[in-house]
């Protein structure tokens, strides 16, 4: 029965930690857009990996590649993707015609 609880617990807690990664995603995407004069598309992010990393003081937090899509015209879709760290991002790259636009902390 304890087991149960634990897994339980574990299971709420990678849920939280998810959605907040997620929101903080579309925040960073969203305002990334707007910065250089794009449109996020339904505003939404997908986690396509996730893994266990250290960050720079040794803490071991989850990290996250997100993708996404946005326009610059309003026809075409393009695809970005970004890695956080915990909630830090820690890199976006954009796909843009006159070549990618990579960001970095």
């Not at 617990?9 to 004069?37: D, F, I, K, P």
């Not at 996250?64 to 890695?83: I, K, M, N, P, Y």
């Amino acid at each position: 029965m304890e087991i149960a609880f634990i897994v339980l617990g574990v299971l709420g807690w990678w849920w939280y930690s998810g959605t907040v990664a997620r929101e903080a995603a579309a925040l960073a995407a969203g305002h990334a857009c707007q910065r250089h004069g794009l449109q996020l598309l339904d505003e939404t992010v997908s986690v396509t990996q996730t893994r266990l990393r250290r960050d720079r003081s040794g803490r071991v937090r989850l990290w996250r590649r997100f993708v996404f899509e946005f326009t610059d015209d309003g026809d075409q879709r393009r695809s970005g993707q970004l890695e956080l760290l915990g909630r830090k991002v820690l890199a976006m790259h954009l796909d843009l015609p006159e070549g990618g636009l990579y960001e970095a902390d």
